[in-house]
């Protein structure tokens, strides 16, 4: 195309932008508009990607970090000829694929789900690592960004990661139209700012009008020969670009333009330009995983190991039986035992330093590029990553996530590096898997099984040693759990899980001698649970009492609680859990100070049964 073309592209993707949001009644049509230059510059000169194969190994990526312009998005579709006209116009409606914000869901050119502002980029830099490290491609990334979101934390983390890894693969193509929601965004027109906050963490900086479509196609030449640096293009635009009524105004953030077709008039009505995106280049298949045999380490009944450890072991150990595994850590290796994966396969291994919102948005680009990745940190520190987490579960991402030193079990360093929250936070996922071992061969069963699943899988390890309750060929369905002791004369059940398992065997040995028999269940896939060996534990023993190094909400007691809610009577149920604020003190005096260790479990199982026979 040449300058005139490009333009009047540009014009189309406006005028396309403003009929969907008019057709939705809804949406970001101004947000759309300022960028429609550089879009257009992008699909018809510079990218790289056939639409028919969105899986081919040379396609250039494309993320849309400013997901709220999606009209923008479909409208480039349409214009590629993957989407038609008819289809542009059931944007935001039920049903339809086209939704306010992008998701790979039902649309395979998207790569990952946008719209909580300052991710774009984080996952744009895990394609691009992807790119140089593990697919050894050529293909490009190109993340187009709004000007608001660089006020995030998470892109300043991709920016110093991307210069870091020398990610010249990466282009930003930062949309500086001045206006955010509510007014004018902190820096506005300023490129200099801008360029100023880039070059500091190393990346190449080309300032543009970006409604000048041959000074952008000269930027995107320039980002295309920077060598050894991520570029970032800083291009000054108007919000509602060619609509007086609109243009640089506030207020209209997020409304369909007062009178769209006069509007669309004003741009020069509609047009139906068809672009001929150029086609990548051949490139290698995506790697294919060879069908390994996983050999687990094993432990002996009555060793102590700590289930981290095990992890560590059990990761090395799959990394040498599916090449498709890939390990990501922050910057806690040596604590998480992910190092032992390193030391084994150090190409497949990540350094995230201390950045878990980077740590996570990387393994989602490296997900959408095929591969499965593993991501470790102090389970206290997962929190920091949750909106990640989020996204990725909307985007139908398949991450492997594992938090260590969960619990007030760490002992001495205190609350702040005590995960209390994880089991809440990843149940709450949607489609998520929630693991949490207690011996050392259940957990390298389930690291393996863990990448076989679907979604978001969250694995919990513990820091201290433990003992080793189940044999080496032992086998851990998820959604299963095991029955640990069982008779005909239970009084009552006792739910455990991880680090609270051999507190309650020895709960139970304590009950024993005093006449009262109780059942313990080792409650290790805490989602999905294992309702029918929960409700035939009522049924029999009629009393439940679950145990969790976690805090009451949302964890193991309510996991064994929703068990119940299908009508059903529900059984006597006594929840122990953390209920107070920790401080600093031995593993042992942290759970009796909790009351989660056995002398208090026993405690309580010994009210239950005699409140229970009191007539």
């Known amino acids: 195309m040449n300058t005139g073309e490009l333009a009047e592209l540009g014009q189309q993707l406006r005028v396309d932008s403003v009929r969907a949001a008019a057709a939705a009644g809804s949406g970001h049509p101004t947000s759309s508009m300022s960028a429609a230059d550089l879009m257009a510059v992008l699909l018809a000169r510079h990218l790289h990607y056939d639409f028919d194969h969105p899986d081919h190994p040379g396609n250039d990526r494309f993320v849309l970090s400013k997901g709220h312009a999606s009209p923008l998005m479909y409208a480039a579709f349409k214009a590629a000829g993957a989407i038609d006209d008819e289809e542009l116009l059931t944007f935001r409606k039920l049903g339809s694929r086209l939704e306010g914000h992008p998701t790979p869901r039902q649309l395979p050119w998207v790569e990952t789900a946008t719209g909580s502002l300052g991710q774009g980029l984080p996952v744009g830099v895990g394609l691009a690592l992807a790119g140089k490290r593990l697919d050894h491609a050529d293909y490009r990334v190109w993340v187009l960004c709004g000007d608001s979101e660089l006020a995030e934390g998470s892109v300043w983390e991709a920016a110093e990661h991307a210069a870091y890894e020398h990610l010249d693969n990466l282009v930003a193509i930062v949309d500086v139209n001045r206006l955010g929601q509510r007014g004018p965004t902190r820096h506005g027109h ?28 000269r930027a995107y030449g320039e980002a295309l020969s920077t060598a050894g640096q991520p570029t970032a293009i800083l291009a000054r635009t108007l919000k509602g670009r060619g609509v007086e009524a609109v243009q640089d105004r506030e207020g209209l953030h997020g409304k369909p333009l007062p009178d769209a077709e006069e509007a669309i008039a004003e741009l020069g009505g509609p047009r139906d330009l068809t672009v001929r995106v150029h086609q990548p280049p051949d490139a290698r298949a995506l790697h294919s995983v060879p069908a390994g045999q996983f050999t687990p380490p094993r432990w002996d009944r009555g060793e102590e190991a700590a289930t981290r450890d095990a992890f560590g072991e059990a990761l090395a150990a799959l990394g040498t039986a599916r090449a498709d595994v890939v390990v990501l850590d922050g910057e806690v290796g040596d604590s998480t035992r992910a190092e032992q994966f390193a030391k084994e396969h150090p190409e497949r291994y990540f350094e995230c330093y201390i950045a ?27 929190t920091r990553a949750h909106d990640f987490v989020r996204m990725a579960s909307i985007s139908g991402s398949g991450l492997c ?4 030193h969960a619990g007030v079990a760490i002992g001495q360093d205190g609350p702040s590096q005590m995960g209390l929250e994880d089991l809440a936070m990843m149940r709450a996922v949607h489609g998520s898997t929630v693991l949490y071992p207690c011996d050392a061969n259940q957990t390298a069963r389930l690291v393996e099984a863990m990448a076989g699943l679907d979604g978001i899988r969250y694995l919990r390890t513990s820091r201290g040693a433990g003992p080793v309750i189940y044999g080496p060929d032992e086998r851990f369905p998820v959604g299963g759990s095991k029955v640990l002791r069982s008779s005909g004369e239970d009084r009552l059940t006792l739910v455990a899980a991880g680090i609270t398992v051999p507190e309650a065997l020895k709960a139970a ?23 029918d060996t929960l409700r035939r534990a009522a049924d029999e023993t009629g009393c439940l009492v679950t145990v969790e190094d976690h805090h009451l909400e949302g964890g193991l007691g309510d996991a064994v609680s929703g068990a119940f809610t299908d009508g059903r009577p529900v059984p006597r149920l006594v929840r122990l859990a953390v209920r107070s604020m920790p401080g600093s003190a031995t593993p042992e005096e942290q759970l009796h100070a909790a009351g989660i260790d056995a002398e208090s479990i026993a405690a309580a199982g010994r009210l239950l049964v005699e409140e229970a026979i009191v007539p």
Not at 401 to 404: D, Q, R
Not at 520 to 531: A, E, F, G, N, Q
């Open 356 to 382: 878990e919102q980077q740590m996570v948005a990387t393994a989602v680009g490296m997900a959408a590029r095929g591969w499965t990745p593993y991501a470790a940190t102090f389970a206290a520190f997962l």
């Open 401 to 404: 996530l594992v938090g260590s």
């Open 190 to 217: 300023d490129l200099d700012a801008y360029a100023r906050r880039f070059q500091a963490f190393g990346w190449h900086t080309v300032e543009v009008d970006g409604h000048d479509v041959d000074a952008v196609d």
């Open 509 to 531: 040995d304590a009950l024993a001698e005093l006449g009262i028999a109780a059942r313990v269940i080792d409650l290790y896939s805490v989602k999905p649970v294992d309702r």
